[in-house]
């Protein structure tokens, strides 16, 4: 079964420092989306692009967040300068469709976490 | 903007009871509600999702309902096994936006 795979599983950088996350969605997949969550917390909802753009994002994706898909394969996160609070697993999804169209859903990959120190 | 609660935070079951979680939603345009489950440290993995035009949906032993009217819609896991215990989260859509919004989860644990 196809899957969204992410890279790198853990990742531990010192503050201030950019911090890259890779994603390869579902080959099919038209919407990608990054969510977070917090140890212990639940999933929030940073970002959801389609065509090449930013569709939607979170009062949380501030200027310190970017997302691009450099090479028609990878999706990726940026975090240009890391804070103690951006410590988190942080998941890549992706959807065949918008969300609101009957019958798709959302596919996440099994996260990076990220430790800031 | 769509807003979801989850109740309870924490649901604790002998095995073989069922297992009954709800959320309540505020947008009323949303049409979509999965449910999540999530083992430790893993991604969240879908388990069942419901749609506006029906009132219930099974698959083995999950079922979940929804009453729009009402603005809620509930898990039920019948038979539960120790397998079972996890994180379970609801989500939404909310109304002409292409996001998921998460419930704040609860931790199922079934006993032996």
């Known amino acids: 079964e196809p899957e969204v795979t992410q890279t790198p599983s853990h990742q531990v950088t010192q503050m201030g420092q950019e911090v890259i996350l890779r994603c390869v969605p579902i080959?099919?997949?038209?919407?990608f989306y990054w969510y977070r969550q917090i140890l212990g917390q639940k999933v929030e909802f940073l970002v959801s692009?389609?065509?090449?753009?930013?569709?939607?994002k979170s009062e949380i994706f501030d200027d310190q967040f970017s997302v691009e898909r450099p090479d028609g394969s990878n999706f990726t996160l940026k975090i240009r300068s890391t804070k103690l609070e951006d410590s988190a697993m942080y998941f890549c999804?992706?959807?065949?469709?918008?969300?609101?169209?009957?019958?798709?859903?959302?596919?996440f990959g099994e996260g990076s976490w990220l430790t800031v120190v | 903007g769509e807003n979801v609660e989850q109740h309870p935070s924490t649901l604790s079951v002998q095995e073989g009871d069922s297992a009954v979680i709800k959320c309540t939603y505020s947008?009323?345009?949303?049409?979509?509600f999965p449910w999540y489950k999530q083992e430790l440290g893993k991604r969240p993995q879908l388990i069942i999702d419901?749609?506006?035009?029906?009132g219930e949906k099974k698959d083995q032993r999950i079922a979940v309902t929804l009453n729009k009217t009402a603005k809620h819609f509930s898990l039920h896991i019948t038979e539960t096994q120790p397998e079972d215990s996890a994180v379970y989260f609801c989500?939404?859509?909310?109304?002409?936006?292409?996001?998921?919004?998460f419930g704040a989860g609860t931790r199922l644990a079934v006993h032996p």
């Open positions: 999804a992706s959807s065949e469709w918008g969300l609101l169209s009957s019958g798709n859903t959302i596919y």
């Open positions: 080959s099919n997949h038209l919407y």
């Open positions: 692009f389609y065509n090449n753009e930013i569709s939607e």
């Open positions: 947008d009323s345009a949303s049409n979509y």
């Open positions: 419901i749609r506006s035009n029906v």
């Open positions: 989500a939404g859509i909310p109304g002409g936006y292409n996001k998921l919004i």
